[in-house]
């Protein structure tokens, strides 16, 4: 018995090869072969041994072309090789030329191989005319040793992996190079389906397209990858530092002392102490607007990238100011809680939580604040432990830890489960 894909075939005595119906056990007969000892199937071809020799099945034309004298009593196909088994002998059958080369001997016979995990397992139907039992044994596929794990099985001559061969991601070395690509370059089913040269794990070849990238490469100064490490230009040269202006005009910014950075739109946002918000392009360090946003006492920044949303915590005003990222103006005022310290967005719920870490005239706060992105409006707020500060978001979880500083806790936030789900 073997799989062949997803379906199983079998050798009958009377009707020659057939394909099983697994959902009712009855069987579909394929051609009035000669009765076939063993049968094994490499992710391609079909290969059959008898009292005649060794074959290739073509189930298109249900015809079987002749190889060799090669006779083999079990076959199983596994990681690019194909075995054969004979008495106690295990060997190798080559698929083209049907040449046997023995790899051991053990001490029971073998009418029946599959490898399952990587192992392969040996049965046969000894006493079948005796007691009706047989052996059931490990072979060592290096040398044919075998070891014996019961000899009271019903006698067997087929064994057959309890689930056909799964697709597998296969990658290949297009350029070259000596190295595999990091990327599958296609699918195929069964133990060794993969082309010739590919292999199934995924090499380290970033740009399988171009012989001078690969892993150990010398990184040059191209903006690419070329030692395939995950960084660009690395350790070219020394470190080179610009200045960008921030007061041009009559709008600038002074004392700036926050920052954060729109992985999207490459845009840095920085926050100056004068109530002044500096928008640079990241891609070519230039200043494109100073924006007003008023007195205040600004402590906290984060960038929603979906929404190309700034949010900006403003304690003397309680206030989270929220920034257009396209127009680059002022988008909503949301009132929070007292004195807001830090502001994060969970861009998977687009949630934004505010600590309010409250003041000497109003010390009882103690609440975060939950903001829908999507409106701009409050949508909870929770009581956590005294003078909340640090916020931690675990996207995967929807939890979100809250640092105390005034009791030396930590509060742990469910998120929403009703809240919308974004890929991000």
Same mark, same amino acid.
């Given at each position: 018995?073997?799989?062949?894909?997803?379906?199983?075939? =079998?050798?009958?005595?009377?009707?020659?090869?057939?394909?099983?119906?697994?959902?009712?056990?009855? @069987?579909?007969?394929?051609?009035?072969?000669?009765?076939?000892?063993?049968?094994?199937?490499?992710?391609?071809?079909?290969?059959? #041994?008898?009292?005649?020799?060794? @074959?290739?099945?073509?189930?298109? !034309?249900?015809?079987?072309?002749?190889? #060799?004298?090669?006779?083999?009593?079990?076959?199983?196909?596994?990681?690019?090789?194909? @075995?054969?088994?004979?008495?106690? /002998?295990?060997?190798?059958?080559?698929?083209?030329?049907?040449? %046997?080369?023995?790899?051991?001997?053990?001490?029971?016979?073998?009418?029946?191989?599959?490898?399952?995990?990587? *192992?392969?397992?040996?049965?046969?139907?000894?006493?079948?005319?005796?007691?009706?039992?047989?052996?059931?044994?490990?072979?060592?596929?290096?040398?044919?040793?075998?070891?014996?794990?019961?000899?009271?099985?019903?006698?067997?001559?087929?064994? *057959?992996?309890?689930?056909?061969?799964?697709?597998?991601?296969?990658?290949?070395?297009?350029?070259?190079?000596?190295?595999?690509? &990091? #990327?599958?370059?296609?699918?195929?089913?069964?133990?060794?389906?993969?082309?010739?040269?590919?292999?199934?794990?995924?090499?380290?070849?970033?740009? /399988?397209?171009?012989?001078?990238?690969?892993?150990?490469?010398?990184?040059?100064? /191209?903006?690419? +990858?070329?030692?395939?490490?995950?960084?660009? +230009?690395?350790?070219?040269?020394?470190?080179?530092?610009?200045?960008?202006?921030?007061?041009?005009?009559?709008?600038?910014? !002074?004392?700036?002392?926050?920052?954060?950075?729109?992985?999207?739109? %490459?845009?840095?946002?920085?926050?100056?102490?004068?109530? *002044?918000? &500096?928008?640079?392009?990241?891609?070519?360090?230039?200043?494109?607007?100073?924006?007003?946003?008023?007195?205040?006492?600004?402590?906290?920044?984060?960038?929603?990238? =979906?929404?190309?949303?700034?949010?900006?915590?403003?304690?003397?005003?309680?206030?989270? *100011?929220?920034?257009?990222?396209?127009?680059?103006?002022?988008?909503?005022?949301?009132?929070?809680?007292?004195?807001?310290?830090?502001?994060?967005?969970?861009? %998977?719920?687009?949630?934004?939580?505010?600590?309010?870490?409250?003041?000497?005239?109003?010390?009882?706060?103690?609440?975060?604040?939950?903001? %829908?992105?999507?409106?701009?409006?409050?949508?909870?707020?929770?009581?956590?432990?005294?003078?909340?500060?640090?916020?931690?978001?675990?996207?995967?979880?929807?939890?979100?830890?809250?640092?105390?500083?005034?009791?030396?806790?930590? &509060?742990?936030?469910?998120?929403?489960? &009703?809240?919308?789900?974004?890929?991000?």
């Amino acid at each position: 018995m073997t799989w062949v894909g997803p379906d199983l075939y =079998a050798s009958v005595i009377i009707d020659g090869l057939v394909k099983v119906n697994l959902d009712n056990m009855t @069987y579909q007969i394929i051609g009035l072969f000669p009765t076939y000892y063993a049968l094994a199937y490499d992710g391609s071809t079909l290969f059959a #041994s008898n009292y005649g020799g060794f @074959y290739k099945i073509d189930l298109n !034309t249900n015809t079987a072309t002749y190889i #060799s004298n090669t006779i083999a009593d079990a076959m199983a196909y596994y990681d690019g090789v194909l @075995y054969g088994a004979a008495g106690t /002998d295990l060997f190798t059958i080559d698929p083209v030329s049907g040449v %046997k080369t023995l790899i051991g001997s053990g001490s029971y016979d073998i009418d029946a191989l599959a490898v399952s995990n990587g *192992v392969m397992y040996g049965a046969n139907q000894i006493r079948r005319y005796v007691d009706g039992t047989g052996d059931f044994f490990t072979i060592d596929m290096s040398s044919g040793a075998q070891i014996l794990i019961s000899q009271s099985i019903p006698h067997t001559d087929a064994l *057959v992996t309890l689930n056909p061969p799964v697709a597998i991601n296969y990658y290949c070395n297009k350029d070259n190079d000596g190295y595999a690509a &990091s #990327s599958a370059d296609g699918t195929c089913t069964g133990y060794g389906c993969q082309p010739a040269g590919c292999q199934t794990a995924p090499g380290g070849d970033c740009n /399988d397209n171009n012989a001078s990238i690969h892993p150990g490469a010398a990184e040059l100064c /191209d903006g690419l +990858d070329n030692n395939c490490n995950g960084d660009i +230009d690395e350790g070219i040269g020394a470190y080179n530092v610009e200045t960008i202006a921030l007061n041009p005009g009559e709008i600038f910014g !002074t004392a700036p002392n926050i920052m954060a950075l729109n992985r999207v739109t %490459k845009r840095l946002y920085v926050i100056n102490e004068n109530g *002044v918000l &500096s928008v640079i392009d990241g891609s070519t360090d230039t200043l494109i607007k100073n924006i007003i946003l008023g007195n205040g006492n600004y402590s906290s920044i984060d960038v929603n990238t =979906a929404l190309n949303n700034v949010y900006i915590t403003d304690k003397a005003n309680n206030k989270l *100011v929220v920034v257009d990222g396209y127009s680059n103006t002022v988008r909503a005022r949301i009132g929070v809680g007292s004195s807001p310290q830090k502001v994060a967005l969970n861009e %998977k719920t687009q949630r934004v939580y505010v600590s309010n870490y409250g003041t000497f005239q109003n010390p009882g706060d103690n609440t975060v604040t939950v903001i %829908k992105a999507l409106t701009n409006t409050v949508e909870a707020t929770i009581t956590v432990g005294k003078n909340p500060i640090g916020i931690g978001i675990y996207k995967k979880m929807n939890k979100v830890f809250i640092a105390n500083e005034g009791s030396g806790t930590a &509060s742990v936030i469910e998120g929403n489960p &009703s809240a919308p789900q974004f890929n991000q």
